[in-house]
């Protein structure tokens, strides 16, 4: 007989689901890897408080789970983007900073139109910045960012 936490751990490695959630709507890494399972793993093998350690973390899937069960989470990778993409979703705001971003956007706000045709700058496009960001869903994150960086904003 399974136990409730066996059955959740079974569960999560037969799922088909697609790879979404917490950690995988700021940045599309390619290895991507299922929040189900690392959540589903990381609470039947440890205890709030305890130490995750992810030695190839990738897009930092395990980190962010980890922070969001209330694990500490230490995570490494020889992969410089992996590296970046972990540290951007597992740091925290300070209040400054948010009210920063906040300011930042009141600022851009005024000029930046979704309806208005996107200047685009191919070199930009061409070193990779929008390759993955270009989905149905984050096509108006694309089309800001490509106003804003033909704007030079902030």
């Known amino acids: 007989m399974t136990t409730p936490v066996g059955q959740a751990f079974v569960d999560a490695v037969r799922s ?4 979404g959630g917490l950690s995988h709507s700021f940045y599309r890494y390619p290895a991507r890897f299922s929040p189900l399972f690392a959540r589903v793993a990381i609470s039947a ?16 899937t395990t980190l962010v789970e980890a922070r969001a ?20 979703k ?9 009210e920063e971003v906040g300011a930042w956007v009141e600022a851009l706000s005024s000029g ?10 191919t070199a930009w496009m061409n070193r990779g910045y929008q390759k993955n960001i270009s989905t ?3 096509w108006p ?11 030079k904003c902030g």
């Open 16 to 19: 088909r689901e697609r790879v």
């Open 45 to 60: 093998f440890s205890n709030p408080g305890d130490v995750v350690l992810d030695p190839f973390m990738g897009g930092g």
């Open 69 to 88: 069960a209330g694990r500490l989470a230490i995570g490494t990778d020889i992969n410089s983007l992996a590296v970046f993409v972990s540290k951007v």
């Open 90 to 98: 597992t740091t925290a705001l300070s209040n400054h900073d948010i």
């Open 112 to 121: 930046l139109n979704l309806h208005r045709p996107a200047e685009r700058d």
């Open 136 to 138: 149905r869903k984050t």
């Open 141 to 151: 994150i694309r089309k800001l960012l490509v106003h804003c960086h033909a704007s």
